[in-house]
């Protein structure tokens, strides 16, 4: 209503029902570059979960590492990473692993950093039972470590799939020959407004149902969570009505 009040240009603010015309109309152009966008936030959050787990356990196993990589590890953030992007165009050129590299360093700092957090946190008490049986390093790991820091891991995927979406978007403006970037690029030479609108509107559907696909998957893997939450809340208001 605002927008046809002001009578404000198509070109420059469309319409909520230019948009959904376009998402109809165009649905034969959009969902297909939808899909390979989908694609490459795909393998490229897979790169940044082994990457980042297995950098964090890494880090968390080794003091000398802990002391050298990790302050790297933190520092590399300042990096902005779309920055990147024109760099690897240069060196693998338009294809599809210079996307699958900036999506993967985008996404895997949470993991990484949420792995680490995630084994220290892990109860010293259990970690001191285990031992007092016998039990290996190795042991101790798989029995205690892991599985306390999964948790940690989870919520640190859910942030990084979304970003993810961000990060494949990145490589695409710089250089693709298909994908929502693409066509956002081309949309905004062509002042193709309405489609540009639809293309980020479809960027954001996917990057709230990967978060939520994630959020099931930790559900379905680590169903003793809500249990434990559920208790925690219950222990939480026995001990605000006691005092």
């Not at 009040?5 to 152009?29: G, M």
């Not at 890494?58 to 902005?80: D, K």
């Amino acid at each position: 209503m605002a927008v046809r009040a002001t009578n404000t240009p198509r070109w420059l603010l469309p319409t909520p029902s230019a948009v959904f015309q376009t998402l109809v109309e165009d649905r034969d152009i959009l969902l297909p570059n939808a899909l390979v966008t989908l694609y490459e936030v795909a393998l490229g959050f897979g790169c940044a979960v082994i990457l980042g787990v297995g950098l964090g356990i890494a880090v968390y196993r080794s003091p000398t590492l802990s002391r050298v990589f990790y302050p790297i590890i933190i520092g590399s953030q300042t990096i902005p990473v779309p920055a990147l992007a024109p760099l690897l165009l240069v060196w693998f050129g338009i294809g599809l692993l210079p996307k699958i590299i900036v999506t993967a360093l985008v996404g895997f700092f949470p993991i990484v950093v949420n792995t680490v957090e995630g084994l220290r946190a892990t109860d010293r008490d259990v970690i001191n039972l285990l031992r007092s049986f016998g039990a290996s390093r190795g042991t101790v790991f798989r029995l205690a470590e892991f599985p306390s820091s999964l948790p940690f891991i989870f919520a640190g995927a859910r942030i990084a799939v979304a970003i993810c979406v961000i990060g494949a978007v990145f490589g695409e403006l710089v250089g693709a020959r298909a994908g929502l970037g693409y066509l956002m690029t081309r949309a905004m030479a062509q002042f193709e407004t309405p489609r540009l609108v639809a293309a980020i509107l479809l960027l954001s559907l996917m990057g709230t149902g990967l978060f939520a696909a994630v959020g099931l998957v930790e559900s379905a893997l680590l169903p003793w969570r809500k249990y434990t939450a559920v208790r925690g809340h219950m222990e939480r208001d026995g001990a605000e009505t006691e005092s």
